[in-house]
């Protein structure tokens, strides 16, 4: 890991401040916007189009990368999301917000898709899984740093829109000055859904609905935290806790999906975190039940990402792994898109704490369909050993799922025993 952070320590660095001033943004917006009367559904659709702007990039900026190369592409990207990030104080509207988030969306994808295609670059067979795993780190570590700065500053000034800004040009500094010449940059089409479906239905209907849990974690958490009249230190707290539970708990649950039939792991944890859910949703009114609560869903949701792409590939041959992470994240993106639309519907009707309903019945949904599969599918139908589990955030682009399927199918190669 030593190894890994010295040869690409400037690399994490613009990347860990990327991720503050995402971050930042994201929770930022949520308080921002119900100070100033937004209702939820208008805040649910400025949260919704964040999402739509990052699968659009994720489809869009490979080619664009192509065309005008890495640096062309990082800076115009990062002058965007600097001018947005200063916008939306001076323009308090939701349908400017709106239009924001879709341009700030698209710009995000962008750069973190250029920077990934740097960081692999660097990165030798030996060293990509460790740098994967270290990039996860940073991107959590990034995530909840910024919900301190947003604890100690005053969301009806000027100066926590100014901040991101600020840090999202520095990130580009240690990026641009020393990173390796411009890589060269292929991507692999996704594998049609139909495809997918066939491989592993339970992947693509857990795909979906994690893409709705996550969006809610990251766009409409602060939303519920004002709505239940938590303070800007509570809310911070709230959102920190669902990812440092994300981190702790990732690497506990890929050794034992190592060790273990996959699909019921993918159960249990469904069934957690629905339970998790539903202990917020049952007995509202307490801190310290929001925390747990935040704590087993953010500690469950997120793992399950990464274990439902190994699980996938459990049935796929290598050649289809790399196209299959594609389609698997357009499946992802879909579920986003669509996830704060509804919470912000259910938070509208039923009060804020449709915000946990919302949660509990994606994660109930997953592990009642897994059950369903148990029934259709015979582990016995797995050709080979099982791929070794690979840590992967949710909020992965194709550079970082193309990564992770290289570190499956080497993984495979070496133990294979018809490996040279």
């Known amino acids: 890991m030593f190894q890994v952070l010295s040869g690409s320590w400037a690399l994490f660095l613009g990347l860990f401040l990327l991720m503050v001033g995402n971050g930042l943004q994201g929770t930022l917006l949520g308080l921002r916007g119900d100070q ?26 490979p080619g664009l990368i192509r065309r005008v190369g890495h640096v062309r592409v ?18 308090v509207e939701p349908w400017a917000w709106a239009i924001g988030r879709v341009i700030i969306g698209f710009c995000f994808c962008g750069v973190y898709i250029t920077a990934e295609s740097w960081l692999n670059d660097a990165s030798t067979n030996e060293t990509r899984g460790k740098a994967l795993s270290l990039y996860m780190i940073v991107q959590m570590a990034g995530i909840v740093f910024a919900q301190w700065i947003v604890s100690q500053g005053d969301i009806s000034g000027y100066v926590l829109f100014i901040i991101p800004s600020i840090l999202v040009s520095l990130a580009f500094a240690p990026i641009l000055l020393s990173v390796r010449p411009t890589p060269a940059f292929a991507s692999t089409k996704p594998m049609k859904v139909s495809g997918l479906i066939a491989a592993s239905p339970l992947a693509c209907v857990g795909m979906f609905m994690l893409g709705g849990v996550f969006s809610a974690q990251f766009g409409m958490s602060a939303v519920y935290g004002n709505r239940v009249g938590l303070s800007v230190g509570e809310i911070s707290l709230f959102v920190s806790v669902i990812y440092i539970a994300a981190l702790f708990l990732q690497y506990p649950i890929g050794w034992l999906s190592d060790r273990m039939d996959r699909r019921v792991l993918i159960i249990w944890l469904s069934l957690i975190g629905g339970a998790g859910s539903l202990i917020a949703f049952l007995m509202p009114g307490s801190f310290a039940l929001i925390l747990i609560s935040g704590a087993i869903v953010g500690g469950t949701s997120n793992p399950l990402y990464a274990l439902l792409i190994a699980y996938t590939n459990d049935y796929l041959e290598k050649d289809d792994m790399a196209a299959a992470s594609g389609g698997l994240l357009f499946i992802n993106g879909l579920g986003a898109i669509m996830g704060p639309l509804i919470v912000g519907g259910m938070m509208d009707r039923i009060g804020a704490n449709g915000f946990w309903l919302f949660t509990a019945l994606l994660m109930l949904a997953v592990g009642a369909y897994g059950l369903y599969r148990s029934t259709q599918r015979s582990r016995s139908d797995l050709e080979g050993e099982p791929v070794h589990y690979v840590p992967v955030s949710a909020s992965s682009t194709p550079i970082v799922a193309a990564v992770a399927q290289e570190v499956y199918i080497e993984t495979e190669e070496e133990e294979s025993p018809n490996a040279a």
Do not use: D, Q
Request: glycine letters at 6%; charged letters at 5%.
């Open 36 to 61: 100033e009367g937004f209702s939820t559904f208008a805040l649910s659709i400025v949260m919704s189009a964040y999402f739509l702007g990052f699968l659009f990039s994720s489809r869009l900026t």
């Open 74 to 91: 990082f800076a115009a990207f990062g002058s965007l999301i600097s001018a947005v990030l200063i916008m939306y104080p001076t323009l």
